[in-house]
């Protein structure tokens, strides 16, 4: 494919994951084109700045990325603190999107409607490689058609969270009532409080971005009277593996979680409703009517508001003219699923790994960060980072840097993030972490967001 070689590199997505791509596409002299659907670098990360990490800084930069930075003089955050979203954004990510190089590739407000290959759908074949990736996007100056040597997609999956409903469907009634759902992570102790101060508050999910979401709603509940907590999950033993989840993936952390949560429950002021299926979803009298199945029967439950803590999923519709080989059970590629199945896997025994694993039957294009999971919740950053790093290599003609993967991890797992369903996140208040380590701590942190086995998932038993 010498003949492509003039061609830029596609990344779809401007967070952390699709900028350290950016970085390590310029070391190498390829020329990088970002495609950010929001309008500004970290658009996801911004929905819950509120979220303090989990993971240090250390964990939380890219090399190649610091690399560039260096020369202007910017000075990286003390490496065992921990940042709010908000401040990943501002201290790490804008200032390296302002790089000349980076500023003059970014494309805000660019949404990607499709990707193929020139003259090709996916049925054709022959001469399928010689052939450059076309990339239709719809921005500022209105549909586009990009012709790239490779595509590299960190769209991440915030922007597709997992329905409420049982077998991975919507509950019927879903799409009608979405005035009553909140996004995930809402800011319930900060600048979202008013919505549930007062009201009826359900929260439907097992993983930690649940526990997360309560422990602030525990918070507005003590302060304003009426406030009503109930959280609804699918399995009958979710709620104590939660509880007693600190030894899942080797974050001590979430044991103090799982004993703050038991303790909101204990005390009553969270109403925990197990075996809890949701059947139907529907508005009437200026409330919402959760419909579910139990199996002492059908149950009823009215409430003012509804927070999804279900996980998220990859949205695959702009790759269908793609050539794809996906896991078929958490929709990664293929070679990586079995290495990140949360049924068998914590953030913390995910391998490293790199091009060979993250590729698909259509030559140069790769998923990768939170997207290369499909439905799994355990990525990392820094996994993310190294992804980048050998997949980069790849394109570039670089086997042997693509083929040799590395990654020092704190033992514990480190605990970093590029949200919509990881293993990197943590307090959404403002407790703070012992600085003695990753996952060392001086007082109970609400170890928030998608973060280690159980985010999101509505377990069975």
Request: proline share 7%; glycine share 12%.
């Amino acid at each position: 494919m010498p003949e492509q070689r003039h061609l830029p590199v596609a990344i779809i997505g401007a967070g952390p994951i699709g900028l350290a791509a950016a970085a390590h596409l310029l070391e190498r002299g390829l020329t990088p084109l970002i495609l950010e659907k929001g309008d500004a670098v970290g658009a996801a990360i911004r929905q819950w700045g509120h979220i303090r990490l989990f993971s240090p800084w250390q964990y939380n930069i890219d090399d190649a990325a610091h690399r560039l930075l260096k020369p202007t003089g910017w000075q990286a955050p003390r490496g065992s603190a921990l940042p709010f979203g908000n401040e990943l954004v501002e201290a790490y990510l804008e200032p390296f999107a302002a790089l000349p190089g980076i500023a003059a590739a970014l494309h805000l407000n660019t949404e990607v409607l499709a990707v193929t290959r020139q003259g090709m759908d996916k049925t054709r074949t022959l001469h399928r490689e010689d052939q450059p990736f076309l990339v239709r996007v719809l921005g500022p100056r209105g549909l586009e058609d990009h012709l790239v040597q490779a595509v590299l997609d960190a769209s991440g999956t915030w922007s597709q969270p997992n329905p409420l409903g049982q077998a991975g469907l919507p509950a019927p009634g879903e799409s009608a009532v979405h005035a009553f759902i909140t996004q995930p992570l809402p800011d319930a102790a900060g600048k979202d409080r008013a919505r549930f101060a007062g009201k009826r508050v359900m929260v439907v999910g097992a993983g930690h971005s649940a526990a997360n979401t309560l422990l602030s709603l525990g918070q507005v509940a003590k302060a304003e009277p009426g406030t009503r907590l109930i959280w609804g999950v699918r399995g009958s033993g979710s709620a104590q593996r939660l509880y007693g989840g600190g030894d899942l993936d080797g974050l001590p952390a979430r044991g103090a979680l799982g004993s703050r949560l038991r303790s909101l429950v204990e005390d009553g002021v969270v109403e925990l409703l197990t075996s809890f299926t949701i059947t139907e979803l529907e508005a009437g009298d200026g409330a919402l009517r959760v419909h579910a199945s139990s199996p002492e029967g059908a149950r009823e439950v009215e409430v003012d508001v509804l927070v999804p803590a279900t996980g998220f999923r990859p949205d695959l519709r702009m790759l269908r003219e793609l050539r794809l080989e996906l896991d078929p059970a958490v929709e990664a590629p293929r070679a990586l699923g079995p290495l990140i199945d949360p049924e068998f896997h914590s953030c913390g025994t995910v391998p490293a790994h790199g091009a060979a694993v993250l590729a698909h039957p259509d030559k140069d294009f790769y998923l990768v960060g939170m997207k290369s999971y499909g439905r799994a919740p355990t990525f990392l950053l820094a996994t993310g980072y190294e992804q980048v790093r050998s997949v980069v290599a790849a394109v570039a003609g670089d086997d042997d840097a693509a083929a040799s993967v590395h990654l020092d991890l704190p033992e514990t797992g480190v605990c970093s993030t590029d949200l919509g369903g990881s293993c990197d996140t943590a307090s959404s208040g403002g407790e703070m972490v012992s600085q003695s380590g990753c996952c060392g701590q001086s007082e109970p942190v609400s170890l928030g967001v998608p973060t280690g086995l159980l985010h999101g998932r509505m377990l069975a038993d």
